[in-house]
């Protein structure tokens, strides 16, 4: 530390103080592992990584071993049928700087066996608003923790889920799903992934599963208002439809009447006689129900004019 005098026109003497601080540079540890990173598949060609020194001095260089797998070479081969957790780190002793070491980003994967897809609770059907679970089983991939599960609904993300193991497991994801009417015909994929930089295998995709959703009726009220007119001697026709999946019944029930009139065609019912009439509409998923009233009115007289 030292100061500084700055003259000043002022009264007040101004004094900087200034810290020169000097940062040691980190020591490069001079060992080369090639390839690095090494991504192999499962059972394929066997592959092996090489650690060496790029000191200048070879005589600085005292001892270059690996460690964390067995071999005195300098070259170490991977068994690709079943070296899934090793950590290879390279070490290397030299004069001046001692014990230093670099590590391979090594990975064994395997492709999935097979990528499916299913429902859950798989007895009851799909109803509109009710919550419902996906799952996607990953057979026999490896390493689960480059592993991404992604869910798509149509044609986009939905969400992804990540794993922590090295050896080959079967992985499971589930997705909990709730449906509209308006999202009757939907498709759900799941896709397995495995993230392993440049040498990433291709994604593997489940079969499509489309869902036909199941609601409750709603009925077209605007053909049938709360209140119809009734000329006597003009029966007058009384049309209820109603919107579902499955397709509801239609049934007709006249005051208090606890069963249904029996002259009902595709939900049309001709009436004669005053009154509260209820139209029903009912499928698995719930029901709906309208009433209204006829009522008598006058009676139509016809004016015929010869001439």
């Not at 810290?19 to 192999?40: D, G, H, R, Y």
């Not at 003009?234 to 579902?244: F, Q, R, S, T």
Request: proline share 6%; glycine share 6%; aromatic share 10%.
């Amino acid at each position: 530390m030292f100061s500084v005098f700055v003259p000043s026109p002022f009264l007040l003497n101004i004094f900087c103080a200034v810290v020169l601080i000097v940062f040691s540079a980190k020591q490069t540890c001079p060992l080369e592992i090639s390839p690095n990173p090494m991504v192999i598949e499962y059972k394929s060609r066997a592959q092996g990584a090489t650690c060496s020194s790029v000191s200048t001095n070879s005589e600085n260089v005292l001892r270059i071993h690996w460690e964390g797998v067995k071999t005195d070479n300098m070259t170490w081969w991977a068994n690709t049928s079943e070296d899934w957790t090793l950590r290879p780190v390279c070490t290397g002793i030299f004069q001046g700087i001692g014990k230093c070491n670099n590590s391979l980003n090594y990975t064994l994967y395997k492709k999935p066996d097979s990528v499916s897809i299913y429902r859950v609770n798989t007895w009851s059907s799909v109803e509109e608003g009710k919550e419902f679970q996906l799952r996607c089983d990953i057979v026999n991939v490896a390493p689960a923790q480059k592993l991404s599960v992604l869910w798509y609904r149509n044609q986009g993300e939905e969400t992804f889920c990540k794993y922590d193991v090295r050896s080959p497991v079967n992985v499971s994801s589930t997705l909990k799903v709730t449906l509209q009417k308006h999202d009757n015909g939907a498709e759900f994929r799941c896709e397995a992934q495995l993230n392993l930089g440049l040498k990433s295998p291709p994604k593997i995709t489940s079969s499509g599963l489309n869902f036909t959703i199941s609601y409750k009726p709603t009925i077209n009220i605007t053909k049938l208002p709360s209140k119809i007119p009734l000329f006597r001697g003009y029966p007058e026709k009384l049309v209820c439809e109603a919107d579902g999946f499955p397709f509801p019944k239609i049934q007709w029930y006249y005051d208090s009447d606890k069963e249904p009139l029996v002259n009902v065609s595709e939900g049309k019912l001709i009436v004669s006689k005053p009154g509260i009439y209820t139209c029903n509409a009912t499928n698995d998923a719930g029901h709906a129900t309208h009433v209204l009233e006829v009522i008598l009115t006058g009676n139509i007289f016809l004016i015929c004019i010869h001439f």
